[in-house]
């Protein structure tokens, strides 16, 4: 489930970042605003479950989504979507995080909330990196340090 952060006060609520809430209890900042969440989608759900999708693989209405959202917004698909996570990422993620510990003192420090965001997408990474924190496989991202 996505949902927009309610940030500020500002007048345009498609400039506010966008929240993916799984089922599995994940949060996290997922684009910092709503354009890029309609680019993001351009994946058909690839970035979630990690796949490839051949053509044919994609969900019914891909194609049609993806022309609409050309003649209506002007925007094409994209292939990587860690550019805009990152993008959303440097400038909501540790505001986010310290909104999100005063409602959920479940994190043991506004440092492993933000290692485990930035470990979600996997920011700062290298294919044979370790991980300094999360066990996530190629995640270079060091526990307490200033991100």
């Given amino acids: 489930m996505y949902a927009l952060w309610r940030c500020d006060n500002r007048e345009d609520l498609a400039t506010l970042p966008v929240i993916f809430c799984g089922d599995e209890g994940e949060i996290f900042i997922e684009a910092p605003n709503l354009r890029d969440l309609l680019r993001v989608l351009t994946l058909d759900g690839t970035h ?33 979507p860690a550019p805009i996570h990152k993008a959303a990422f440097e400038q909501y993620g540790r505001p986010f995080a310290e909104w999100w510990l005063r409602r959920e003192p479940g994190y043991a420090s506004l440092a492993e909330m933000l290692q485990e965001l930035a470990c979600q997408w996997r920011l700062d990474s290298t294919l044979d990196g370790r991980c300094y924190g999360c066990g996530v496989s190629g995640c270079e991202v060091e526990w307490g340090r200033s991100l």
Wanted: no cysteine; net charge negative; aromatic share 10%.
């Fill in 48 to 80: 979630i479950d990690d796949i490839e999708l051949e053509e044919e693989d994609h969900t019914d209405g891909h194609r049609e989504y993806l022309a609409w959202l050309d003649e209506h917004f002007g925007l094409k698909p994209i292939q990587d």
